[in-house]
T-cell receptor, first 111, second 112 residues
């Protein structure tokens, strides 16, 4: 059974800092990995999807990397802003439809 | 507008009273899935469907039923709700089971 660990569980940084969120998973037989953000009381918004054959995926100030063989992914956020404050979730997906969520990293960016 | 809708958004009910939470998507997606989110336990997959008439259990299917009779709808049925099913429920869809998932706004269910 897939297990997903996200470190740190919570992070508080001043505005403008670059930061890295970590995700590790136990079963490397994944098809892709998706990063989401969730605002308090709200649904999930997809940030990036990185295929198992890819090493990196970028969208604006976000960059996700994937090392499938070692079961690790990182989400890099450049020049953080208060609007980035949210919980970030990592989800490795199989091609058979199963998704396992990590517990998330709760990020607070202080003005 | 492309979206996943859930109804109701909020529901308070009593133990044993059957209920259905509806989920609908207008993106012609083949894949749909239900999750529940609980404090300290994160999001856990209940059931998913790779296509019409194809459903499969996720990690926490006990006490739930689903059906997928048409592509756009994927209702979640609680035949006899219990207090431990009090949770925040999310429906999601994607083009296929390995594509980007789009989430609905959530349904907050309280079972007394």
């Amino acid at each position: 059974k897939q297990e997903v660990t996200q470190i740190p569980a919570a992070l508080s940084v001043p505005e403008g800092e670059n930061l890295v969120l970590n995700c590790s998973f136990t079963d490397s037989a994944i098809y892709n990995l998706q990063w989401f953000r969730q605002d308090p009381g709200k649904g999930l918004t997809s940030l990036l999807l990185i295929q198992s054959s890819q090493r990196e995926q970028t969208s604006g100030r976000l960059n996700a990397s994937l090392d499938k063989s070692s079961g690790r992914s990182t989400l890099y956020i450049a020049a953080s802003q208060p609007g980035d404050s949210a919980t970030y979730l990592c989800v490795p997906n199989t091609n058979a439809g199963k998704s396992t969520f990590g517990d998330g990293t709760t990020l607070t960016v202080k003005p | 507008e492309a979206q996943v809708t859930q109804n109701p958004r909020y529901l308070i009910t009593v133990t044993g009273k059957k209920l259905t939470v509806t989920c609908s998507q207008n993106m012609n997606h083949e894949y749909m899935s239900w999750y529940r989110q609980d404090p300290g336990l994160g999001l856990r997959q209940i059931y998913y469907s790779m296509n019409v008439e194809v459903t499969d259990k996720g990690d926490v299917p006990e006490g739930y039923k689903v059906s997928r009779k048409e592509k756009r709808n994927f209702p979640l049925i609680l035949e006899s709700p219990s207090p431990n099913q009090t949770s925040l429920y999310f429906c999601a869809s994607s083009l296929r089971g390995w594509n980007t998932q789009y989430f609905g706004p959530g349904t907050r269910l309280t079972v007394l």
